[in-house]
């Protein structure tokens, strides 16, 4: 743990910080608790999320709001929530990157108990977001969506499409998915992240996002 946070130290020296604008914004962080995210058996992978996640922290600027959150199962496990405004002095984007590491080390390592289904449209169809304020949806996941579809399988296959979305529900949003692909769940080859990639840039063109897949974070 020692050495992940220097590591985080140097990561955020790195990054330049620019000054204040005019119009807040959001940052919204989502970290897959499901029993294929790789994070609760992978410690090297979950310091990968964490240092990905602080990254993006780093990018905001004062006045800016950042919330870091579970998800997995529709239910109550994922009610506890971290949300912050950053400002210069007592929250400040280095510490809050801290403290969103910190956290999400912590979900990887028992904070957070590992859920039966990944539902990644449920959460965001039914989440809290503020996209006509252009918020940013970071989501640390596989992909593989399992509530919404019969087959997670038929989905890697190319043989089941995902349901559409509420259209233009997420217009102005961005949307992240880091670590598309990536389970240690049995083995998924290039091909089938190739297609849910392709699955989820048509959800998320028909809800107007606009989507940034990152299968090797």
Known sequence: MKTFLLTLFAVMAMIFTAPVTAE?????????????APIFRNEAYAQVIARSAAREVLRMQAGDTVS?????????????????????????????????????MRMANGGVRPQGTTEIVAMLQWGRFNCQAGDHIWIASDGI????VRSSQALLNGREQLPSPRAGSLTNCRVSMVGIGQTDQGSV?????????????????????RFTPVAIP
């Open 68 to 104: 870091l959150r579970s998800f997995g199962a529709v239910g109550l496990e994922n009610l506890t929530r971290y949300e912050v405004r950053l400002s210069r002095r007592t929250n400040p984007p280095e510490r809050v990157a801290r403290i969103v590491a910190a956290r999400i």
């Open 24 to 36: 807040a914004k959001s940052l919204d962080l989502r970290v897959d608790a499901s029993q294929s």
């Open 145 to 148: 969506e399992t509530g919404m």
């Open 189 to 209: 080859t290039s091909r089938q992240v190739n297609t849910l990639i392709a699955a989820w840039q048509s959800f998320m063109r028909k809800a107007g996002a």
